[in-house]
Nanobody, 126 residues
Framework: QVQLVESGGGLVQAGGSLRLSCAAS????????MAWFRQAPGKERELVAA????????YQPDSVKGRSTVSRDNAKNTVYLQMNSLKPEDTAVYYC???????????????????WGQGTQVTVSS
């Protein structure tokens, strides 16, 4: 059992920054690869960032590379997404996801993750 709760979303102006947090519970948290997805209205859910259970490996699509940083603190059972230089197209519901990890390989598709949070809204105004 893994439970995920996102927080930190809100309204920001274009060019601003926001840090999202994903608080996890469950005895196997440290063994789970984690990811951030987002889904804008009328759009498919897409990967923002993925991070291995150790935190030593990450993957991000080119669209957000250089503007966001994913990290985790296993002692606090928390995964973070720091987003900078936000654009209106970053507006979406952001979801935290988890799947059991062994050897690292980036997982970019929604169906590759077994556990999901309820999401937190990020709105970027122009």
């Amino acid at each position: 059992q893994v439970q995920l709760v996102e927080s930190g979303g809100g309204l920001v102006q274009a060019g601003g920054s926001l840090r999202l947090s994903c608080a996890a519970s469950g005895r196997t948290f440290s063994r789970y690869d984690m990811a951030w997805f987002r889904q804008a209205p009328g759009k498919e859910r897409e990967l923002v960032a993925a991070i291995s259970w150790r935190g030593s490996s990450t993957y991000q699509p080119d669209s957000v590379k250089g503007r966001s940083t994913v990290s985790r603190d296993n002692a606090k059972n928390t995964v973070y997404l720091q987003m900078n230089s936000l654009k209106p197209e970053d507006t979406a519901v952001y979801y935290c996801a988890a799947t059991y990890g062994s050897s690292w390989s980036p997982r970019i598709l929604e169906y590759e993750y077994d556990y999901w949070g309820q999401g937190t809204q990020v709105t970027v105004s122009s």
